[in-house]
């Protein structure tokens, strides 16, 4: 694992109307055991306001939870959102119900990994750590946790 030159700072969120959010708890209150520092925006949030929110709070990641079926809209926009907002170097992960195909084309408009719902809060932790250590722009895409 990647020795980080400063605590990562992640954000998780739940965009559209997908008020499903103790998995997103569950995740959050992992990733703060696990040494991180998370701002979690609560649920029902556009895609606008989780990249306000990034930006203002200067995170290292979004970590979007969704179960909706409407992540491809949903991530298109807050990929789209982040490079209007010249916020490049965040890592965008998704973790939710996401089909195999979706998960490919959601690597396609900018999301960096996609865990499923089987992936361990350390496998997530890990992938922040790693991608995070060694990363330049948006090079770490991947699927995880399958």
Do not use: C, N, W
Not at 1 to 23: C, F, I, N, S
Not at 39 to 68: F, K, M, N, W
Not at 85 to 103: E, F, Q, T, Y
């Amino acid at each position: 694992m990647a020795a980080l030159e400063h605590t990562p700072k992640v954000l998780v969120a739940k965009v559209g109307l997908d008020g499903h959010d103790v998995g997103a708890r569950v995740i959050a209150r992992g990733l703060v055991d696990r040494g991180m520092e998370v701002v979690y925006t609560g649920i029902r949030r556009t895609p606008e306001q989780v990249v306000a929110a990034a930006r203002d709070e200067d995170v290292d990641v979004i970590g979007i939870s969704i179960l909706s079926g409407a992540h491809m809209p949903l991530l298109t926009r807050t990929a789209a959102a982040l490079r209007e907002d010249g916020i490049d170097d965040v890592l965008l992960i998704v973790g939710g119900i996401i089909p195999d195909d979706d998960a490919a084309a959601l690597r396609e408009v900018g999301v960096d990994a996609v865990f499923h719902p089987e992936s361990t809060i350390d496998a997530i932790a890990d992938y922040i750590t790693e991608a995070l250590g060694g990363r330049s722009g948006a090079d770490a895409q991947r699927e995880v946790g399958r």
